[in-house]
């Protein structure tokens, strides 16, 4: 528990300098992220086929995170627990380029900071 509100105050306060999304934007962000993971996968499909379907890209990955653009904010958006092996990766997509990392921090400061199971 206390190391959980530790990673959050770390993160917090990498977003401390970005304004959170307004209240429109938040809901429209908000309702896309959870309906990527809500929706499932983008066909019927058997097993893991990250090429081909949004869901398991989204969901699987190694120590890099999700081969899919944009994860890290899909899951603060969306509020959903992010798998403890991504959060190095997690690390990176802060430290990335300018304006993913901005919209990143936005993200965070709206919705939270991301939460590692
Ligand atoms: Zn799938």
Same mark, same amino acid.
Request: aromatic share 12%.
């Given at each position: 528990?206390?190391?959980?509100?530790?990673?959050? /105050?770390? *993160?917090?306060?990498?977003?401390? #300098? /970005? $304004?959170?999304?307004?209240?429109?934007?938040?809901?429209?962000?908000?309702?896309?992220?959870?309906?990527?993971?809500?929706? %499932?996968?983008?066909?019927?499909?058997?097993? +893991?086929?990250?090429? #081909?379907?949004?869901?398991?890209?989204?969901?699987?990955?190694? /120590?890099?995170?999700? #081969? *899919?653009?944009?994860? /890290?904010? $899909?899951?603060?958006?969306? @509020?959903?627990?992010?798998?403890?092996?991504?959060?190095?990766?997690?690390?990176?997509? $802060?430290?990335?380029? @300018?304006?993913?990392?901005?919209? $990143?921090?936005?993200?965070? +400061?709206?919705? %939270?900071?991301?939460?590692? +199971?």
């Amino acid at each position: 528990m206390r190391r959980h509100r530790r990673g959050r /105050a770390r *993160y917090g306060r990498s977003g401390g #300098n /970005a $304004l959170p999304w307004s209240a429109d934007e938040a809901r429209q962000h908000g309702s896309i992220a959870r309906r990527m993971f809500s929706e %499932g996968h983008s066909y019927p499909h058997k097993g +893991v086929d990250a090429d #081909n379907c949004g869901y398991c890209a989204l969901t699987h990955g190694d /120590a890099d995170g999700p #081969n *899919y653009a944009g994860w /890290a904010r $899909l899951y603060i958006e969306a @509020k959903r627990p992010i798998p403890r092996q991504w959060e190095g990766a997690f690390q990176r997509e $802060l430290d990335s380029d @300018k304006a993913y990392s901005h919209a $990143l921090r936005r993200s965070i +400061v709206t919705f %939270g900071g991301p939460r590692f +199971v």
